[in-house]
């Protein structure tokens, strides 16, 4: 049984930075490229960021690039997400989500989601 436990959602202030952690269970986790996606209140689900099996590379959303850094610990079977400079605008639930699809830039493609953990900058 597949499981993907998020962690490390908040409260903070504009500027502020938080870390989100996914841990991964009952799966191969180095086989898989992780993603986190988010969706806000009456919005549809977007993607954030995804760090691929192998070779290892990551991609962003151009909304948090350079703000944003998702790096994995295969060996701990986690991924992270890194948030820096919080937006009130990045205001959303947070899920990580597990694929067997190399790019891993759309939802549709995920086999595997977290419950998602909410994260909610005040301006």
């Known amino acids: 049984q597949v499981q993907l436990v998020e962690s490390g959602g908040g409260l903070v202030q504009a500027g502020g930075s938080l870390r989100l952690s996914c841990a991964a269970s009952?799966?191969?986790?180095?086989?898989?490229?992780m993603g986190w996606f988010r969706q806000a209140p009456g919005k549809e689900r977007e993607f954030v960021s995804s760090t691929r099996w192998s070779p290892t590379s990551t991609s962003y959303a151009n909304t948090v690039k350079c703000r944003f850094t998702t790096s994995r610990d295969n060996a701990k079977n986690t991924v992270y997400l890194q948030m820096n400079s919080l937006k009130p605008e990045d205001t959303a639930v947070y899920s990580c989500a597990a694929t067997r699809s190399w790019y891993g830039l759309s939802a549709d493609t995920y086999d595997y989601w977290g419950q998602g953990t909410q994260v909610t900058v005040s301006s």
């Open positions: 009952g799966l191969t986790f180095s086989s898989y490229t």
